[in-house]
């Protein structure tokens, strides 16, 4: 029997595209990019050539992006360094986020809170995980040292109206920063079009190598770095530059920009064809997140009375890869805070499944999970 990975919003394979584009950059072209010699200056063309092209997929300047480890330390990245930098320069003290965040958010949030005295408060959310602007705006104020909202939720899909949230931010004189590390993979991202002033991104979620991310730092964004050393990126991110990596990003960005509109309409069609279909084959189970408001490859339920460890066990087994959605560990089958701050009971919170589709996805998978899965949710609840 094969397996049938349905698990993207996790990881996606590297493509050997940018597999290829990658791989001189280990080998022959090895030099450190702040080198003055000509194998130095080779890797800092290199070095810029792909910040030019990842500022031409975002539609912004070179100068506006600081390459990282991934999304986890954008993230990081974003919220200490601005919360640090706002703080000393206005003495502003509070954080606002979403009860929806990704852990390298909140958890960070929570660290800047117990740790360092700041104010943390969440923004409220509709029944879809999606922020209300208003409540927003009745928030923010000179005392906020940054937002923080995630842009297309990893968990169910959600996608958030980011390019709102940050007009209001910027009317208030407030830095506004937005996870997209899944909205990458999926949504036309233009900085000219939107006052947004700090964006994270993540290359393994698009076709590229893990452990490499980007931060877009707008004009006028003020960051003290999280990590100190050298002078690499501005003097935002200290370190010798991963240069394979970076480019492994870039060029897995290009590709995802140039391929978006096809890819998302091809992801979109199967997703629905899979959400009527769970929602029509299976009771007691409902669609997590915003019905048309989410990410084009994106299906996440709950079942009621349903072990969601229990579901993804027997998955596996029967050959479907997919997921609960949250970091959710076999043998601590706490439900997911997202789906409880959604006002879900324990009961259909425990039961949840993420499928998320990729660009290798057929619809026979989708046809055959489909068969499968009612008969599976019945016996688990047997
Ligand atoms: C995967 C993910 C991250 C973390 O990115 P890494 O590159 O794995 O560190 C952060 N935010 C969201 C929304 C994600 O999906």
């Not at 959310?125 to 005392?143: N, Q, S, T, W, Y």
Request: glycine share 8%.
């Amino acid at each position: 029997m094969n397996n049938i990975y349905l698990d993207y919003a996790a990881t996606t394979p590297l493509d050997p595209e940018v597999f290829l584009k990658m791989s001189p950059y280990f080998t022959e072209d090895f030099g450190n990019p702040s080198s003055i010699h000509s194998w130095g200056q080779m890797a800092e063309a290199a070095l810029e050539n792909a910040r030019d092209s990842v500022a031409d997929s975002l539609n912004c300047d070179a100068g506006e992006i600081v390459f990282t480890s991934g999304g986890s330390e954008s993230d990081n990245l974003a919220l200490r360094g601005t919360a640090f930098a706002r703080r000393e320069m206005t003495g502003a003290n509070q954080i606002l986020i979403s009860p929806v965040e990704h852990p390298a958010v909140h958890e960070t949030a929570r660290q800047l809170q117990e740790n360092f005295g700041f104010q943390l408060d969440m923004i409220p959310v509709d029944e879809f995980g999606r922020v209300i602007p208003a409540k927003l705006e009745r928030m923010v104020d000179k005392k906020t040292a940054i937002v923080s909202v995630i842009y297309g939720n990893n968990e169910i899909g959600t996608i958030n109206p980011v390019n709102e949230l940050a007009s209001i931010c910027h009317l208030a004189g407030v830095p506004f920063h937005t996870d997209a590390v899944q909205a990458a993979a999926h949504l036309d991202l233009n900085m000219k079009n939107n006052s947004i002033d700090l964006m994270s991104i993540g290359a393994h979620k698009f076709y590229g190598p893990k452990g490499v991310g980007a931060l877009f730092v707008g004009k006028g964004a003020r960051l003290s770095p999280s990590q100190t050393g050298g002078k690499q990126e501005s003097g935002m991110r200290a370190g010798t530059q991963n240069i394979p990596y970076i480019v492994g990003l870039s060029e897995a960005l290009r590709i995802t920009k140039r391929d978006l509109s096809i890819n998302a309409g091809n992801m979109s069609r199967l997703r629905d064809k899979l959400i009527n279909g769970v929602l029509d084959g299976v009771p007691d189970s409902i669609l997590t997140g915003h019905p048309t408001e989410r990410l084009p490859n994106h299906a996440s339920f709950v079942f009621k009375h349903v072990s969601g460890n229990d579901l993804l066990m027997i998955l596996d087994q029967r050959g479907f890869a997919c997921s609960s959605g949250s970091a959710c560990k076999v043998g601590e089958p706490k439900p997911s805070d997202v789906l409880v701050n959604l006002g879900l009971s324990p009961e259909w919170a425990s039961g949840s499944l993420r499928v998320t589709l990729g660009r290798q996805t057929e619809e026979e998978s989708i046809i055959e999970f489909l068969n499968i899965l009612p008969e599976i949710v019945a016996s688990l609840r047997r």
